[in-house]
């Protein structure tokens, strides 16, 4: 039963957030939940924090409205797929998170400074509840410091809270990004990055428990968190408390272990970014000695496969490599990813040195393949690059030669960049710079599989083989294009194993898998994004069972090639860009 129940949020008219409550709409249309999604025009002169201090009182009129109703919250850039029967009946008068999606054994004040998580609750019918709303306005009027919404609820939940009663959604239920989505999930966090832009700008709280009643993994925190504020550039404060979660998350031991596989791995990619074949022999040496892990081997692998492209096309170590940012985890290396330092040592004879494409350089460097424009600097050159979300950024003061489609075209135009509407996914160049030879059909159809796929559980017909889309090194990539050569078609999870059986002209199938719809990053995008900046009619990825057995697969095969003309002009530009310098 919903009639009891309303859905209330509100969103400025702003393109970012217009669409957010779009999609928020349709959600709660398919969920037959009722909702009430304001459009609010932003004063001039207001800020993010002014804004949300206004909730207060439109949450209060809202509730006035609705006396019998129970209210819920839900900030316009989260979502529901779901409001399961206990959190819709709550009996309590307020129902949500707990601050941080914390567990229970953190529940109330032990590492936090505030009680509930602000972006969905919801409020009861009783005169607790909405003593609690009206108690969070008569602060909110007389507060005269800078505040955002969330101060004055925990103000009237400290004042209120002993005589009220309430309800913590489990946090299992809650995911962080579509990406973490389990079976257990109802509701996705949403951020805009507003929090992290006014954080120390507006006023907070201090965790009522005195420090001698705190955790010591919550005094450790916060010691952490002051040094920290004096001491951490703000672009590296993201980094390092990760770093310092994931220490106060292991037991000595797993410290200990991670903390020898991250030296190795610094040690093997330094050594690989210089082109230092020896010292990668001397880790394997050592590593056979030792019985190492199959991590050890594989990272081993990416090492030499980023030390191959350290050499220029007559194998010799380049003395001017060109400088490129790719993604190269997982290890041993990801076919789509590692296109990028094939492709552009192929067309430019030269070395290519990796550059970080998170860290960046400070020299000018290459962006290209996957949707890493998010991390350009006024330092990148973006050739084809790409984006996963609609609403992404992309630094205005990059250099912009080409992009993957018209789509992450429009994203650099909103991010106040030029958009030079050359578009086309780089792996389209592949025929022009590699042609198998010797090929025999082996009547078979191929499988290849995001690598975010491969924990799903497939059951495969006796005719479907399956082909694993790590390839890092030269001969490993060239290696798969062989591969997917002899399949009568391909049916293919990874963006890159579908687009490389385009510019062969080789039949496949875009697909995903049952369990699988949200293990692949973004929202999308870059699939539409791909077809249009090739001149094709944009596709999603097909939902497949995990028994493979069960459905005609051919139905959904493409059998289209990536038209000649775009070829031609991306293959054009790329030699003009990487044979000049």
């Given at each position: 039963?919903?009639?009891?129940?309303?859905?209330?949020?509100?969103?400025?008219?702003?393109?970012?957030?217009?669409?957010?409550?779009?999609?928020?709409?349709?959600?709660?249309?398919?969920?037959?939940?009722?909702?009430?999604?304001?459009?609010?025009?932003?004063?001039?002169?207001?800020?993010?924090?002014?804004?949300?201090?206004?909730?207060?009182?439109?949450?209060?009129?809202?509730?006035?409205?609705?006396?019998?109703?129970?209210?819920?919250?839900?900030?316009?850039?989260?979502?529901?797929?779901?409001?399961?029967?206990?959190?819709?009946?709550?009996?309590?008068?307020?129902?949500?998170?707990?601050?941080?999606?914390?567990?229970?054994?953190?529940?109330?004040?032990?590492?936090?400074?505030?009680?509930?998580?602000?972006?969905?609750?919801?409020?009861?019918?009783?005169?607790?509840?909405?003593?609690?709303?009206?108690?969070?306005?008569?602060?909110?009027?007389?507060?005269?410091?800078?505040?955002?919404?969330?101060?004055?609820?925990?103000?009237?939940?400290?004042?209120?809270?002993?005589?009220?009663?309430?309800?913590?959604?489990p946090s299992m239920t809650a995911a962080r990004t579509e990406a973490v989505i389990t079976d257990d999930s109802f509701f996705v966090f949403g951020a805009s990055g507003n929090v992290a832009k006014f954080k120390g700008k507006v006023s907070q709280h201090t965790s009522l428990l005195p420090a001698s009643a705190m955790p010591i993994t919550t005094r450790v925190k916060q010691y952490g968190r002051a040094a920290g504020a004096a001491l951490v550039p703000e672009r590296l404060k993201p980094f390092i408390k990760r770093a310092l979660s994931a220490l106060l998350r292991r037991t000595l031991r797993e410290n200990v272990s991670a903390l020898t596989d991250r030296s190795f791995r610094i040690q093997v990619l330094s050594a690989a970014k210089n082109g230092d074949r020896k010292r990668l022999d001397g880790f394997e040496k050592s590593i056979a000695k030792q019985g190492a892990s199959s991590s050890k081997r594989k990272l081993l692998q990416l090492g030499y496969a980023m030390c191959a492209y350290r050499e220029s096309a007559e194998k010799a170590l380049n003395d001017n490599p060109v400088k490129l940012g790719w993604w190269i985890d997982p290890a041993p290396g990801n076919f789509g990813d590692w296109l990028s330092p094939y492709i552009f040592q192929k067309i430019s004879g030269r070395g290519v040195e990796f550059v970080s494409p998170v860290k960046g350089a400070d020299d000018r460097y290459y962006l290209s393949i996957g949707s890493i424009g998010k991390f350009a600097r006024p330092a990148s050159t973006l050739m084809g690059v790409g984006v996963s979300r609609k609403d992404a950024i992309i630094d205005p003061d990059a250099r912009v030669v080409s992009l993957r489609g018209p789509r992450t075209g429009a994203i650099v135009t909103a991010s106040g960049g030029v958009d030079p509407g050359v578009y086309g996914d780089p792996a389209i160049l592949l025929p022009k710079l590699f042609k198998p030879e010797g090929i025999i059909k082996t009547g078979r159809v191929g499988l290849v599989r995001h690598f975010t796929h491969l924990p799903l559980d497939l059951t495969l017909p006796e005719h479907v083989e399956e082909v694993s889309i790590f390839a890092s090194s030269p001969d490993d990539i060239e290696g798969f294009i062989t591969k997917l050569h002899e399949f009568d078609y391909v049916i293919s999870s990874a963006m890159h194993g579908f687009i490389a059986c385009q510019a062969y002209g080789i039949p496949c199938a875009l697909v995903t898998f049952e369990g699988g719809e949200n293990n692949v990053h973004g929202d999308g995008l870059k699939y539409a994004d791909y077809f249009e900046g090739v001149g094709m009619h944009p596709v999603a990825p097909v939902l497949l069972p995990r028994d493979l057995r069960a459905v005609s697969i051919k139905e959904h095969i493409i059998d289209t090639t990536v038209p000649n003309e775009h070829v031609e002009r991306l293959y054009d530009i790329f030699v003009a860009e990487l044979k000049s310098r």
């Amino acid at each position: 039963m919903t009639d009891d129940v309303l859905i209330y949020s509100f969103h400025t008219k702003d393109a970012y957030y217009t669409g957010k409550a779009d999609e928020l709409k349709a959600a709660l249309g398919r969920l037959g939940l009722p909702y009430r999604i304001d459009a609010i025009d932003i004063p001039e002169g207001k800020e993010w924090p002014d804004i949300c201090r206004q909730k207060i009182g439109m949450i209060k009129n809202v509730c006035d409205e609705n006396p019998d109703k129970k209210i819920f919250w839900i900030d316009v850039d989260c979502y529901l797929f779901d409001l399961p029967d206990y959190v819709k009946n709550f009996s309590a008068d307020i129902i949500g998170y707990q601050r941080g999606f914390s567990t229970p054994d953190l529940i109330g004040y032990a590492g936090r400074t505030r009680f509930w998580e602000p972006c969905f609750w919801g409020i009861n019918t009783s005169k607790s509840a909405r003593g609690f709303i009206n108690d969070a306005l008569e602060a909110e009027k007389a507060y005269q410091e800078r505040a955002t919404d969330d101060y004055f609820f925990e103000e009237s939940w400290r004042k209120n809270g002993s005589s009220m009663s309430f309800q913590i959604i489990p946090s299992m239920t809650a995911a962080r990004t579509e990406a973490v989505i389990t079976d257990d999930s109802f509701f996705v966090f949403g951020a805009s990055g507003n929090v992290a832009k006014f954080k120390g700008k507006v006023s907070q709280h201090t965790s009522l428990l005195p420090a001698s009643a705190m955790p010591i993994t919550t005094r450790v925190k916060q010691y952490g968190r002051a040094a920290g504020a004096a001491l951490v550039p703000e672009r590296l404060k993201p980094f390092i408390k990760r770093a310092l979660s994931a220490l106060l998350r292991r037991t000595l031991r797993e410290n200990v272990s991670a903390l020898t596989d991250r030296s190795f791995r610094i040690q093997v990619l330094s050594a690989a970014k210089n082109g230092d074949r020896k010292r990668l022999d001397g880790f394997e040496k050592s590593i056979a000695k030792q019985g190492a892990s199959s991590s050890k081997r594989k990272l081993l692998q990416l090492g030499y496969a980023m030390c191959a492209y350290r050499e220029s096309a007559e194998k010799a170590l380049n003395d001017n490599p060109v400088k490129l940012g790719w993604w190269i985890d997982p290890a041993p290396g990801n076919f789509g990813d590692w296109l990028s330092p094939y492709i552009f040592q192929k067309i430019s004879g030269r070395g290519v040195e990796f550059v970080s494409p998170v860290k960046g350089a400070d020299d000018r460097y290459y962006l290209s393949i996957g949707s890493i424009g998010k991390f350009a600097r006024p330092a990148s050159t973006l050739m084809g690059v790409g984006v996963s979300r609609k609403d992404a950024i992309i630094d205005p003061d990059a250099r912009v030669v080409s992009l993957r489609g018209p789509r992450t075209g429009a994203i650099v135009t909103a991010s106040g960049g030029v958009d030079p509407g050359v578009y086309g996914d780089p792996a389209i160049l592949l025929p022009k710079l590699f042609k198998p030879e010797g090929i025999i059909k082996t009547g078979r159809v191929g499988l290849v599989r995001h690598f975010t796929h491969l924990p799903l559980d497939l059951t495969l017909p006796e005719h479907v083989e399956e082909v694993s889309i790590f390839a890092s090194s030269p001969d490993d990539i060239e290696g798969f294009i062989t591969k997917l050569h002899e399949f009568d078609y391909v049916i293919s999870s990874a963006m890159h194993g579908f687009i490389a059986c385009q510019a062969y002209g080789i039949p496949c199938a875009l697909v995903t898998f049952e369990g699988g719809e949200n293990n692949v990053h973004g929202d999308g995008l870059k699939y539409a994004d791909y077809f249009e900046g090739v001149g094709m009619h944009p596709v999603a990825p097909v939902l497949l069972p995990r028994d493979l057995r069960a459905v005609s697969i051919k139905e959904h095969i493409i059998d289209t090639t990536v038209p000649n003309e775009h070829v031609e002009r991306l293959y054009d530009i790329f030699v003009a860009e990487l044979k000049s310098r």
